[in-house]
């Protein structure tokens, strides 16, 4: 018994060694994971983003048919990056709406004149709080929400080419 | 980040420059609520909530954009008489427990609760053999 | 040209590290004492050598040799000198090379001063001291060169993290690895000590200088960082609980615990094992410390600069050297006697419940920073753990080891009587009521911690100079006027933070110039904002003017600065430092309708913490005076005091 007790805090140790062995080897994801998926969007309604189409609203997506939700801001610099491959999604089919945060229509209008526009909606969220309410942590982030209205995917931080086909998959799972 | 870098001495940094936008903080970011004794709760509850962007801070304590605006959202709905739990609990259930700086009490969170008690009981019964019995 | 000599001097360190380890192990082997000349001639050139690398660096980094690419990542042409000099250490490479430094210097102080230590444990510490450095060596010269060259140099270099450009830095890390890194001596000795079988009074008395100047360094290290960050970070708080800064509590925590342990196996040569553990785990929690830190395994660093590598070779370093010291406790220890009993109301005893509270809490601090990763080894699931846990649970515990520690000197080593505590402590007890009605009073819904802090941190300043009491001051030994003046800064530091947490005002507003607003007794009037320019950055300024009452208006200037190399942008607070408090104003954004973000705190008594700190320091400094003088008195006499 007393003998054990020595060996307690090379046994205590060990476990720590281990531990932070596994982490190093494996670091994981430092982003945090948003809570909503699987769950029905939260009620809002967006103002527009720009003149020249309607704002969003939660209610704009129980309609029977996948949408992407694409959470975006004309000054991320990621999110210029991504927008190849979200024309890219709207080429192949898929209905996208978006999201701009603390942003201002002039600059939404010429980010999209610059990227590329596959947007049939955008709501503007001047202070973060749709952002917040889907327990999202940045920009940008998108969403696949289903034909009832349920969150089922999240994509963290911008869509790469390779990132594509799962997003695809995503909106065909959730069909 | 920056408190990381500063505090311990042990520096270094990689540039990614968190892009911000041009427009202005929400108001109620960095505006007091009138009531002194909800401005307390509504401070008390953004201590304890951490921050995504920035994520060794509180979003009392960070510059950064989101932050503002998850304060001006507790300040918001504290003014309008929402409980602080309710506001951390509507939290968590967006970005888990991850958001709150007080740790969740159930089965896998009772071993870091109890490590108090049990550290003075581990300390006291391996300083048993130290003490003397009195009036020897 | 400078950049090899440094290079080659620290290849000759690491060789000399190997020499001095085969060194020591050879004459233990063969219990040839006469080599411990050799012995310790071989530390004091590894530490020349060492030295002399470290020189190297800071002289290239002060020329700008963008030829070297540590240079070039994190210095620029157009930096004021300070940072040039002070961002040697303002990296991962260079901050290493000055770890590894101080722990060859550490060695080689031990080498030319250490009289005392029996020569066989002497020349196992050195050996062991050798084995620390030579990992550390390597980790440098094969995972982390500070000297690599760069073909084409060029033209610019990146700059420092403006954050880190502030005379803040070159002050804090180098007092704080002095504390770091000065504690492996305490740990060299605990192993020399295990290797020997020679843990007693003596080894006691030997060790106590060492640990005591390594936990002067650290206290004002850590002092030091929490001033630098409230100032620096804008938002008015001192201390967060982050992960990182747990890091740097940890071997505080446990040197404090060693310290007042190593005064009881010194004195009545008891606690034998436990002051050999906590030898062992101060300097461990440092090297644990360095490792959370540098792989990036805790989230609150993700911007450190992370080399998965680099991680993996520190986390070798501490298996070897944490797990062998460990092992060889548990190998060893049984053979060491536990030494004399105590009785429960004594100073010995008191002593045993500082050790117990400290270790409790700094196991809280432990568990608290490792708990969130052990989670995610076990499910996945991602966790917090933040100040609502460490003051909940350390909290209460630290108020309690507060009380102990007045209690403590007034008690007689052996044997004392509850009654006659109790008597001495009367005039202590009376005053903290008088606190607590002063808080009732004053406070009538204040929060109990820090009510509690302030009626605690009343009695407890007046519990610790009691032991003066009735002494003749002039023949009071300078270490038991270090101990009270240690204790008292803890009680005055106390009472800042209760003072802080119970009366900071706040006042944030979106201002125009010439409007007034009111941050406590102050009225603060905006004058207006204008642009400046420094020598690497221009700022944003505001000009404030503060009036209290009737009195002398104060002009203060908080800054928006940017910097451009790199591009980053900073606050600089304005503060103003009164006798009774500081008020702290900082700049914030600019809104919509040309609206300046101003924010505004007073700050009642807050700079007690920081002078609490100061004070704990000033004490360990005339503790460790008195200890040394006492010494070469005995010395002189030709004989040791105790004899």
Known sequence: MKKAILWAPLAMFLIFAAMVAGKLYAPGDSSIVSHMVGKPLPAFALPAGMPDRPGLANTDFAKGKPRLLNIFASWCVPCAAEAPQLVELRKAGVEIDAIAIRDRPEDIAEFLKRYGDPYARIGSDANSSVQVAMGSSGVPESFVIDGQGIIRHQHIGDIRPENVPDILAAIRAAQ | ?136 | MIAEIGLAALWLAAALAALQFVFGAIALYQRDMTMLRGVRAVAVVQALLTATAFAALILVFLRTDLSVSLVAANSHVAKPWLYKFAGTWGNHEGSMLMWVTILALAGGAVALFERRLEDRTLIATLAAQATIGLGFYAFLLFASNPFDRLDPAPAQGNGLNPLLQDPGLAFHPPTLYVGYVGLSIAFSFAVGALVTRDVGAAFARAMRPWVLAAWIFLTLGITAGSYWAYYELGWGGWWFWDPVENASLMPWLAATALLHSVTVLATRDGLRAWTVMLAVVAFSMSMIGTFLVRSGILTSVHSFAVDPRRGAFILALLAIYIGGALALFALRVGTVREGSRFDMVSREGSLVANNLLLSAILGIVLIGTLYPLGIEALTGGKLSVGPPYFNAAAGPLALILVVVMAAGPLLRWRRDELRALARRLAVPAIVAVLALVIVLAVLPRAHLLPSLGLILAAGVAVASVAPLWKRNLRRTPLFTWGMVIAHLGIAVSLAGMASESAFTQETLVAARPGEVHGVGPFAVRFEGVEPVAGPNWTALEATLTATRGTGAPMEMRPQARAFWAPPTETNEAAIRTLWDGQLYTVLGKQAEDGRWQLRLWWKPFVTLIWAGGALVAIGGALSLLGRLLRDRRAAQRGKEWWE
């Open chain 2, 1 to 136: 980040m920056k408190r990381a870098a500063i505090l311990i001495g042990l520096i270094g940094w990689a540039a990614t420059a968190q892009a911000d936008s041009l427009m202005p903080a929400d108001p109620m970011a960095d505006t007091q609520l009138s009531d002194p004794a909800k401005e307390a709760q509504a401070k008390a509850l953004m201590e304890n909530l951490r921050c995504v962007v920035c994520q060794g801070q509180s979003i009392a304590d960070s510059d950064a954009e989101l932050a503002g605006d998850m304060r001006a959202m507790v300040r918001r709905r504290i003014a309008a008489g929402e409980k602080p739990e309710a506001i951390r609990a509507w939290m968590v259930a967006r970005y888990g427990d991850w958001i709150s700086f007080r740790p969740p009490v159930e089965p896998l969170t009772w071993p870091l609760w109890a490590a108090p008690i049990l550290f003075l009981l581990v300390g006291l019964w391996l300083a048993r053999g130290r003490f003397r019995r009195r009036g020897r």
